[in-house]
């Protein structure tokens, strides 16, 4: 079959009306999902739909640049709980929209973000999501310039979510939560409690996610007139293994802490693992609070202390704010909240 016999004998979406009995529109409305229809309509458009295969034809019309718009989602880790979250978000709020999203995971891989976000750029995605803390430099500010002017004058949009902003004048959006103030609030929990000795197991101290979360630390003691130990500041990732390694480390030094606060979630998992190895009881002998909210937190034992942050509403937001300007929109910068979510694992500093 040639090319051209092959495009002349691919579904439209006329061809889904006519086969559902309904008008183009009523197709694009149900396809759309963002207009009323009824029950019976709907089933039979989804139904000419499967027969004709129209959906798998827009996807792959999607892919090539035409047809149903594309968002693109990359982030280093998509194995990470929180970014998972986050990629839900877009991912649903996408679909919900009208737009396909694709995800890509670079591990770190700064070439390979940005050959990815070329090819984003070729086919003319609507936006690209930039997810995750990194290393705030003057390099990284003028190479993420330059891919915000490249997809502007693409007619693309770039969103920075957790990222540092560029300054004024780029058009991006970086939407942000409250991450400082998180960590600012969480210590002052644990300091309310009577603890005085706070371990903190934090992460790469270049990664501006990790640096707000120390900040917040610091800043908590030293409202309350408290000078922290530097001893007490450990260095890691934001890994289940980094916070086993590192509280192990702080035993075997023979740290005298009675709190830790563990940079994310994960890491809190690795040190309550052990402190149990030790032989220590989570909150009797030590305190322990964590960062993120990820679900599995509330499952520990005992269930952990957080800084609940929105990750699915950061994602969907990313999408919404991203469809709703033109590329050479001026730089916009939003903040979203956090709080503490009080569990079990906090108690009282013994006397």
Do not use: W
Request: aromatic letters at 4%.
């Amino acid at each position: 079959m040639t090319r051209k016999s092959e495009d002349a004998s691919r579904s439209t979406i006329r061809d889904v009306a006519a086969r559902a009995g309904v008008s183009a529109s009523t197709v694009s409305r149900v396809l759309g999902g963002d207009y009323p229809v009824s029950a019976t309509t709907r089933e039979r458009v989804l139904r000419a739909v499967r027969d004709l295969d129209y959906v798998a034809d827009a996807r792959a019309k999607a892919i090539a640049g035409v047809g149903t718009p594309t968002l693109a989602f990359v982030l280093d880790d998509i194995t990470g709980p929180s970014f998972a979250h986050m990629a839900h978000g877009v991912e649903r709020e996408a679909t919900r929209l009208g737009h396909l999203c694709l995800v890509c995971s670079t591990e770190g891989d700064v070439q390979r973000e940005l050959d990815f976000i070329e090819t984003m750029r070729a086919q003319r995605a609507a936006a690209v999501i930039l997810v995750g803390g990194t290393a705030d430099t003057p390099e990284y500010r003028r190479r993420t310039r330059r891919i915000a002017d490249s997809l502007a004058a693409a007619g693309s949009r770039l969103v920075l979510c957790g990222r540092p902003p560029l300054g004024p004048g780029a058009p991006v959006t970086v939407i942000e939560y409250d991450n400082e103030g998180g960590a600012f609030a969480l210590v002052a929990h644990v300091l309310a409690q009577g603890h005085r000795r706070v371990l903190f197991l934090g992460g790469d101290p270049d990664h501006t996610t990790a640096q707000g979360r120390e900040r917040g630390y610091l800043d908590a003691h030293r409202a309350r007139g408290i000078d922290p130990d530097p001893a007490f500041l450990l260095h890691g990732d934001f890994t289940r293994d980094s916070g086993h390694r590192l509280m192990r480390r702080a035993l075997k030094e023979g740290l005298d802490f009675t709190a830790v606060v563990a940079a994310t979630d994960m890491v809190a998992a690795g040190a309550l693992t052990a402190l149990h190895e030790a032989g220590l009881d989570v909150p009797g002998d030590v305190s322990l609070v964590g960062y993120d909210d990820i679900p599995f937190a509330r499952d520990l034992h005992p269930a952990l202390t957080t800084v609940h942050v929105p990750y699915e509403e950061l994602g969907r937001l990313a999408v919404r704010t991203a469809l709703g300007h033109t590329p050479d929109t001026p730089d916009e910068h939003l903040l979203l909240g956090t709080h503490v979510v009080v569990r079990n694992s906090v108690a009282p500093a013994k006397s």
